[in-house]
């Protein structure tokens, strides 16, 4: 499969841990135990664990709200072949992009960032991403009501904090 | 809807957790020279807020996820939102918005393998009414996935 990389698929134990961690993510370790009756040290270490493998992470989001309520902003990108890997780092690197996917299908690439007026994401998409190599043709669309999301689950693409 | 103002002892507290999620009131409280009870009352206040909330993100791959798609639905005959709502029910869809741009609705799916896909995408998506053309790009590569700033 493209995405998995092979990694242990989680036991019936790390899944009861995962399950009540995804209701409250700061319960304690002690009451995880109580619960699954196992010990406080086997819940710690499964927890360990599994933010080693890069299978779960303990974060802050806020809301919109909070960031001057942003609009989510959506960028088709077609782009030569041969300069798809290159893009996808080189749009990586734009701090307003908070995701990037390379696709078959649909575009090349599809990104996507927050953006608080559209003057913003103009000036980003004229002055930064059209005049990348190999970029074809960039097609932005704009959210203007979110009916879904799942905070819960995603791609966890860097080392996140070493906590347990 | 205004956004709550928030001191510098809130912030202090978001900042240590988003290093690190799982510390304890008690190691909080003591990093910041207060009450393990202040720290519990200031993250009830901003969570009931819905100022911000302290998740566990799991992985795609720790739920089996091994195909994401991304697909953009344009919608016929119907009101867009209430398409919207009803892709918003099939628990395969991790996101939907109602887009201004060449389709109405983006949505972002996570399934377990190719094997699932006609299905979902012909018979789950296709048969919602109003539903008239989606289209599909299978993700080969996530380059990068940080959502901190959410819907909440």
């Known amino acids: 499969m493209i995405l998995s990389d092979g990694r242990a698929r989680l036991d019936m134990l790390d899944q009861r841990i995962v399950a009540k961690l995804a209701r409250d993510a700061r319960i304690s370790n002690r009451a995880i135990a109580a619960e699954l009756g196992v010990t406080e040290g086997t819940i710690r270490t499964r927890i360990r664990k599994l933010q080693s493998e890069g299978l779960i992470q303990f974060t802050v989001v806020t809301d919109f709200r909070m960031a001057g309520s942003p609009n989510l902003c959506m960028l088709g990108i077609d782009a030569d072949p041969s300069h798809i890997s290159d893009l996808a780092r080189r749009l990586s690197e734009i701090p307003e992009i908070t995701c990037v996917v390379a696709l078959l299908g649909r575009y090349s690439l599809l990104a996507m960032g927050l953006f608080t007026n559209i003057e913003q994401l103009n000036d980003l998409m004229t002055d930064h991403i059209r005049s990348l190599p190999g970029v074809q043709r960039v097609e932005a669309s704009i959210s203007v009501h979110n009916l879904k999301y799942e905070a819960g689950i995603a791609k966890i693409t860097r080392g996140g904090p070493s906590d347990g | ?152």
């Open chain 2, 1 to 152: 809807m205004a956004s709550p103002t928030l001191d510098s002892l809130d912030t202090s507290i978001i900042d240590i957790l988003r290093g690190n999620g799982r510390a304890t009131n008690q190691e909080i409280a003591e990093r910041l020279s207060v009450t393990a009870a202040t720290v519990s009352a200031r993250l009830q206040k901003m969570e009931d807020a819905r100022v911000m909330r302290v998740v566990a993100v799991t992985d795609f791959a720790a739920h089996g996820y091994n195909v994401i798609i991304a697909l953009g639905v344009q919608v016929r005959g119907r009101n867009v939102r209430d398409v919207g709502r009803d892709l918003a029910k099939l628990p395969e869809i991790l996101s939907v918005n109602v887009m201004n741009g060449d389709h109405d609705i983006e949505l972002l799916v996570a399934l377990r393998d190719f094997s699932e896909v006609q299905t979902f995408l012909f018979q789950h998506i296709a048969g919602i009414d109003g539903v008239a053309h989606i289209a599909s790009g299978i993700a080969v590569d996530i380059v990068k996935f940080e959502f901190n700033v959410v819907p909440l």
